[in-house]
């Protein structure tokens, strides 16, 4: 069962990681994700309240 979870995941990160090398650095999408990654800690903080407002 890990073993499964592993190779889905893996699949998951890898769609992630193509999907990230076609952002164009010019646009909203990459200044989205860089917000994202900048508030990183924050939002992981605030998790539980993210799921609660659903």
Avoid: C, Y
Avoid at 11 to 21: Q, Y
């Amino acid at each position: 069962m890990a073993d499964e979870q592993w190779e889905v995941d893996k699949k998951w990160l890898t769609n992630e990681a193509k999907k990230v090398k076609e952002i164009n650095p010019s646009s909203s999408e990459f200044r989205d994700l860089k917000w994202l990654k900048q508030n990183e800690e924050k939002i992981l903080r605030n998790r539980r309240l993210i799921e609660l407002l659903g």
